[in-house]
């Protein structure tokens, strides 16, 4: 949830990850086709949806985007107890793995403690859109720079590109018990690129 809407020309999605979008189609002349694409795909896969703009309803509406949409609270570098770095690359045997290691059940690789923060560095050798179950993060940085656009707000998924590093700050709010971190790429998720951590 994003303090205000931001305006943006394009914005780049990877698996799992969600945004609420508005499109304005008011500057659009009557009978014109617009067409949402896909500009990492081609062919069937590029188009994603077709909206024709009719004469319908060219009058001024009660629809609209507040200029104010929630005050959600920033995390701040200070607030985390601990630091923490999670690399997800591809391991011997062609295995994906998180720090070296193919997925172990039995392996717990943080135990956070219920309302903290904590300071997560996540590098990769590919792209892995980085998810964490029960826990919320704001990404504090991306490539030693400033997050991106569609890195604002609380999420719960990040795109983490090839030999890129992101950091997170991630609090741990809800149930004590065994979560995952893993990587949403189906092809990667399948062969088990995940690692568990436990909010004590």
């Known amino acids: 949830m994003l303090a205000r809407p931001q305006t943006l020309p394009t914005l780049t999605m990877a698996p799992a990850e969600r945004y609420d979008v508005v499109l304005d189609l008011s500057a659009c002349a009557p009978d014109i086709t617009v067409t949402l694409v896909n500009t990492l795909a081609d062919g069937a896969m590029r188009d994603v949806m077709r909206f024709h703009v009719t004469s319908r309803g060219r009058g001024r509406g009660d629809s609209g985007v507040p200029t104010r949409l929630s005050r959600p609270e920033t995390l701040r570098a200070e607030q985390a107890v601990t630091k923490r770095h999670f690399y997800f690359r591809l391991g011997r045997d062609d295995m994906w793995t998180v720090n070296g290691h193919p997925f172990d059940p039995a392996r717990t690789w943080a135990t956070p403690r219920p309302g903290t923060v904590e300071r997560w560095r996540l590098t990769s050798d590919f792209h892995h859109p980085v998810h964490l179950h029960l826990a919320r993060f704001q990404v504090l940085s991306r490539a030693g720079g400033t ?37 949403r790429s189906l092809e990667h998720e399948d062969m088990a690129m995940m690692a568990n951590f436990r909010v004590v």
Do not use: S
């Open 147 to 183: 997050p991106d656009a569609g890195d604002r707000g609380w999420k719960d998924t990040v795109d983490l590109r090839p030999y890129e590093v992101v950091e997170i700050l991630a609090r741990f709010d809800g149930y004590r018990g065994r979560y995952m971190l893993h990587c």
